[in-house]
């Protein structure tokens, strides 16, 4: 498909974009469940501020409370921060490697190398972003993007975080182009002015099915 005007820098989300739904959802969802409990007991300190905000947000035992946010999908800060550093483990130590579409692969090497700016906009911290493609079954990725924003810079589904993306990259809004798998997310990006694409691996009602249909 292709897109009119000037694309300087591309934004992309992971899950059902890049990257399989089933990886994050059937890998990494429950190996973050699994090991909560025990790498809170062994890290305290370090998880003394996510444990609190937790509560902040629902009061009751964290452990449960972030355990059952896993099980609903809930997009929640403090929930991502802790699973990226419970990911960091798994895949420092070879327990999985990040799924990455090869058609997602060739595309982003081919546009860094055309000189277009690339960024990821996920719902997982940055942390959690820089392991997926870090640790890609195609080798380290992240030396091919300039940036990371997750749900710290606003909510996916709010136009806000777009214009804030768009400021921080340093681009005209117009200039932009975000790519996901989830419509709220591109009408928000729309909504702002940035140009964007809604994926559908499944084949289903979409601007395009994969990367290689992209045209710049």
């Not at 509560?55 to 452990?63: F, L, N, T």
């Not at 940055?126 to 640790?135: D, H, R, S, T, V």
């Not at 809004?173 to 729309?190: H, N, P």
Request: hydrophobic residues 45%; charged residues 20%; aromatic residues 10%.
């Amino acid at each position: 498909m292709s897109l009119s005007g000037t694309i300087r820098a591309i934004v992309t989300d992971i899950e059902g974009t890049t990257s399989s739904i089933s990886f994050v959802a059937d890998v990494l969802f429950p190996y973050a469940r699994a090991r909560l409990g025990d790498y809170c007991a062994a890290h305290p300190e370090q998880v003394a501020p996510i444990l609190a905000e937790v509560q902040a947000i629902e009061p009751g035992d964290p452990i449960a409370t972030m355990q059952r946010w896993i099980d609903e999908d809930r997009k929640i800060t403090p929930l991502k921060t802790l699973q990226g550093m419970i990911w960091d483990g798994g895949f420092r130590d070879g327990a999985f490697k990040g799924h990455v579409y090869p058609d997602a692969v060739a595309a982003l090497r081919a546009w860094h190398a055309a000189g277009l700016k690339l960024y990821v906009f996920s719902s997982g911290s940055i942390a959690a972003q820089k392991l997926i493609f870090g640790f890609s079954e195609a080798g380290d990725l992240t030396p091919l993007f300039s940036g990371y924003f997750d749900t710290t810079t606003g909510p996916k589904r709010e136009a806000v975080a777009y214009t804030r993306i768009a400021e921080s990259i340093g681009l005209p809004v117009g200039e932009i182009l975000f790519l996901s798998d989830v419509a709220a997310e591109t009408d928000a990006a729309k909504a702002a002015g940035m140009q964007a694409l809604l994926i559908d691996r499944g084949g289903g009602p979409a601007d395009i099915s994969n990367f290689d249909e992209i045209s710049l």
